[in-house]
């Protein structure tokens, strides 16, 4: 089945720092969500992106499908940014299969 | 929109007993809800697909005798644990999608399993 791997695995930063993550698939996909977990489990929708770039406030992701991969970037950086970032793919099955996570920590 | 509810958000049962969870959306229909597990530090791991009005189909290595997925109406899909041992202690995530197969997923807070 197809691989999605997100690097880094852990990232700390200092807020106001900006932070770029990556999410590589080893296979063509239909669809691609990123998601927020944050501490207390809840998942956040963050961006459907399939391809292209979009922006919502100071997260920004672009998808280069033909190239198998998405990154995610977090500007200005806060603290209520901490957490767990996943990637998730549709490979053409209507299913989404995670990646293998960034977590995040915002310090103050 | 695409609120999905998930309940209870913590349970704790004992050894032997049957742990039932209920995933809802809210405000749209889902023809189709999903079920994940986490184990902790780790991703979410697709468990099943649950399909209103037909049987689930489970990914392969899921024990559909112990994990049951009943998906009665558009808006309810339930998992029910059974027979509950230690090693089913995790967190379980619901999920559904409003509309078309490749409409993007709204999942529920999920729940955290506890079996003493």
């Known amino acids: 089945g197809i691989q999605v791997e997100q690097s880094p695995p852990d990232l700390i930063l200092q807020e106001g720092a900006n932070s770029t993550l990556r999410c590589n698939f080893s296979?063509?996909?239909?669809?691609l969500q990123w998601f927020h977990q944050n501490p207390w489990g809840q998942l956040i929708n963050l961006f459907y992106?399939?391809?292209g770039t979009k922006q919502n406030g100071r997260l920004s992701a672009t998808t280069v499908a033909t190239e198998r991969y998405s990154l995610l970037y977090i500007s200005s950086s806060q603290t209520t940014d901490s957490g767990v970032y996943f990637c998730?793919?549709?490979?053409?099955?209507?299913?989404?299969?995670f990646g293998t996570g960034t977590r995040l920590k915002v310090l103050a | 929109g695409a609120v999905v509810s998930q309940h209870p958000s913590r349970v704790i049962c004992k050894s032997g007993t049957s742990v039932k969870i209920e995933c809802r959306s809210l405000?749209?229909?889902?023809?189709?809800m999903f079920w994940y597990r986490q184990f902790p530090k780790k991703s979410l791991m697709l468990m099943a697909t649950?399909?209103?009005?037909?049987?689930?189909?489970?990914e392969q290595g899921v024990e559909k005798d112990k994990f049951l997925i009943n998906h009665a109406s558009l808006t309810l899909s339930t998992l029910t644990v059974t027979s509950a041992h230690p090693e089913d202690s995790s967190f379980y995530i619901c999920?559904?999608?409003?509309?078309?197969?490749?409409?993007?997923?709204?999942f529920g807070n999920g729940t955290r399993l506890t079996v003493t």
């Open positions: 649950s399909n209103e009005g037909s049987k689930a189909t489970y």
């Open positions: 999920s559904a999608r409003a509309g078309r197969p490749a409409a993007p997923l709204h």
């Open positions: 992106i399939p391809s």
């Open positions: 998730a793919v549709d490979p053409g099955t209507y299913k989404y299969i």
């Open positions: 296979d063509s996909v239909n669809n």
């Open positions: 405000d749209f229909q889902a023809t189709t």
